[in-house]
T-cell receptor, first 112, second 114 residues
Framework: SQQGEEDPQALSIQEGENATMNCSYK?????LQWYRQNSGRGLVHLIL?????REKHSGRLRVTLDTSKKSSSLLITASRAADTASYFC????????????FGEGTQLTVNP | DTEVTQTPKHLVMGMTNKKSLKCEQH?????MYWYKQKAKKPPELMFV???????INESVPSRFSPECPNSSLLNLHLHALQPEDSALYLC?????????????FGPGTRLTVL
């Protein structure tokens, strides 16, 4: 069963605006990752944040992690139409070995 | 080479057919995965191979049979599938088998079972 929940399920914004997606999880983790998936394609790894990190940046992406609240957020700044995709968080649990648990995903639409 | 390739891209099969999905990576990764993904849902883990040995089977029906012939190849043999098995099947690989575990995904095989 999926332990991650993402919020919102769908988000529609205008080009140039910022997009924020949230992820909550239930068990202790080694790290949390964010993936992007264009329609009908494979997933692309975006960023990984370790359990002892609180914030990480990569280009226009900013990820935060609050292990006390078991939650993470992904911020995409200055969004572009090409950012339109589904975004999934995935957790690598302390006891899950190589198993990643994916959240339900957020469908982001960036309107030109 | 930093990609995972999957063939075929699309597959249509009847419930009595036998077919195979193939996955290949040349990144020297030691773990390989099969996922099933239905529309608008997250990927569901099916199998994990670690150092060419099956390490995780998520209670997948026996009509799905994985095989890892060598460290670069992963197959998924399909037999007597049901229409509800229609989905996008994703292969992935990772350098490590636990801990820091960024996974690299292939583009998937879109399977339709008639």
């Amino acid at each position: 069963s999926q332990q991650g929940e993402e919020d919102p399920q769908a988000l529609s914004i205008q080009e140039g605006e910022n997009a924020t997606m949230n992820c909550s999880y239930k068990t202790s983790i080694n790290n949390l990752q964010w993936y992007r998936q264009n329609s009908g394609r494979g997933l692309v790894h975006l960023i990984l944040i370790r359990s002892n990190e609180r914030e990480k940046h990569s280009g226009r992406l900013r990820v935060t992690l609050d292990t006390s609240k078991k939650s993470s957020s992904l911020l995409i700044t200055a969004s572009r139409a090409a950012d339109t995709a589904s975004y999934f968080c995935a957790t690598d649990g302390e006891t899950s070995g190589s198993r990643l648990t994916f959240g339900e995903g957020t469908q982001l639409t960036v309107n030109p | 080479d930093t990609e995972v390739t999957q063939t075929p891209k699309h597959l249509v099969m009847g419930m009595t057919n036998k077919k195979s999905l193939k996955c290949e990576q040349h990144m020297g990764h030691r773990a390989m995965y099969w996922y099933k993904q239905k529309a608008k849902k997250p990927p569901e883990l099916m199998f994990v191979y670690s150092y060419e040995k099956l390490s995780i089977n998520e209670s997948v029906p026996s009509r799905f049979s994985p095989e890892c012939p060598n460290s670069s190849l992963l197959n998924l043999h399909l037999h007597a599938l049901q229409p509800e098995d229609s989905a996008l099947y994703l292969c992935a690989s990772s350098q490590r088998t636990s801990g820091y575990n960024e996974q690299f995904f292939g583009p998937g095989t879109r399977l339709t079972v008639l």
